[in-house]
């Protein structure tokens, strides 16, 4: 899943090698890659696992929890439970499947230093896990700029063609692009890169059957009809980030311990939300 333009820069290729690549790739691909709606219906039903996010209100929010082969972003302001929401996925996607867990591995591209590992243990004992056991099946990567961001997911890919992954998160995908591009000057640079680490993460996605979520920092609306707005905060990385996503969830506080998670945008969920709460043993059900 590579242009010819990124071949060329593989030592060792030439144009004439690549072109002879490619025809022996044609001919392994029956019918050029197209199926019917119908095959394509049962190939999704056989592969697609939902993992559950730990509060009964948001799997039914999304259809049964997080779904593989796709790419969720979660965004919101601090202290609306991005973070604990990933600590949680991290222990309920190492549970059995007939429990809603995905019973993978989880993969944690740590770019904020938010990743705290003593989280994971109460989440653990919540569902009756040996804590020593969900940790050992956690690989966590801290990058420190968008470039190191990207360059992880190479040797990860690796990783993933060996190991049975089931999630892979990121958090946050912006934080090192804001650093490291400043201004409007670099800004069509800045989304360059953020619609190449997006690809990236979308490849990983379709071809280890893993769910990719993505937390994103949000950001004043400069706009003059802000003040007309509920919630005048959008998500960073504009219009790339928002093709660039299957599903956008959308979180925000409520009244007390109440956070409320909304869906944005998705190919089958309804735009509705959904309210949860943080608590020491990760994300639960919201009670007034």
Known sequence: MNTKKNLTVI???SEAKIEKMLEAAKKLVPSFGWI??????????REIVKITTG????NELLGGGFETKAITEIFGEYRTGKTQLCMTLCVTTQMPMEMGGGAGKV????????FRSERIRPIAERFNLDADAVLENIVVARAYTHEHQADLLIPLAAKMAEEPFKVLIMDSITANLRVDFSGRGELAERQQKLAQIMSRLRKIAEEFNVAVIVTNQVMSDPSGGAMFVADPKKAVGGHVMAHAST???SLRKGKGEQRICKVVDSPTLAEADASYAITNEGIQDYKD
């Open 55 to 58: 509060a009964q209100a948001l």
């Open 107 to 114: 993969a944690y591209v740590d770019t904020e230093g938010t």
């Open 11 to 13: 030592k060792g290729l």
């Open 36 to 45: 019917t709606a119908s095959e394509a219906h049962k190939q999704r039903q």
């Open 247 to 249: 599903i956008r969830l």
